[in-house]
């Protein structure tokens, strides 16, 4: 069997991390980039939903803030669409830990994830790598990611979205995951998935 071949018979879900109100609550919260990301989310979500790839929502629960479910901003962005096949709530930054998706996804001989999300270098990143290390195919949308610029705390130094994401795609490409664009992933999926 060709490696085409074997692409063609995987079992794909679309993993969206913590696409949820809580960070428009939090301090480095920026519109900047969103419509982009919207964009390209919507468009990945819609690809897969026409091809029969199950849509999978994971929302992150914290201990106070924002991120606690007392907030009451533990729930989809308002754009996001809903019906989603999973939900799962995580309390670590990957989306496995003690939340049953690997369970959920075992079950339904899911070995492809596709993931997106906020934020690009953190929750995204890390659910990679930890899936990666679980023995799943992963394709990285990164168009699909959002993140926030962030300052390193001993140089000063702002560090962009762009030089953020261009990192993630350099530590996660061909050790942890593809990097792919949305048309790339959808084309990749094919007409016929399910």
Not at 33 to 56: E, I, K
Not at 157 to 174: M, Q
Request: proline letters at 4%.
């Amino acid at each position: 069997m060709s490696a085409d071949d074997t692409a063609s018979v995987r079992r794909s879900a679309l993993i969206v991390i913590d696409v949820q109100e809580s960070f428009r609550h939090m301090p480095f919260w920026s519109e900047s980039d969103l419509s982009d990301f919207r964009a390209a989310l919507l468009r990945l979500d819609a690809g897969c939903r026409q091809r029969g790839v199950p849509v999978v929502h994971i929302f992150h629960v914290g201990q106070a803030g924002p991120f606690a479910e007392a907030s009451g901003y533990v729930r989809a962005l308002d754009w996001l669409p809903g019906s989603p096949a999973a939900c799962f709530f995580k309390h670590a930054h990957n989306a496995f830990s003690d939340t049953g998706l690997d369970l959920w996804l075992r079950r339904r001989c899911i070995d492809h994830l596709i993931v997106a999300g906020i934020r690009t270098e953190q929750c995204c990143e890390t659910t990679t790598r930890v899936g990666c290390d679980m023995g799943y195919a992963i394709d990285f949308v990164s168009e699909a990611t959002l993140t926030f610029p962030m300052t390193h705390p001993a140089s000063g130094r702002i560090y962009s979205t762009e030089e953020i994401k261009a990192h993630s795609e350099l530590v996660l490409a061909g050790r942890f995951a593809r990097i792919v664009s949305v048309d790339d992933c959808l084309s990749g999926l094919g007409d016929d998935h399910a």
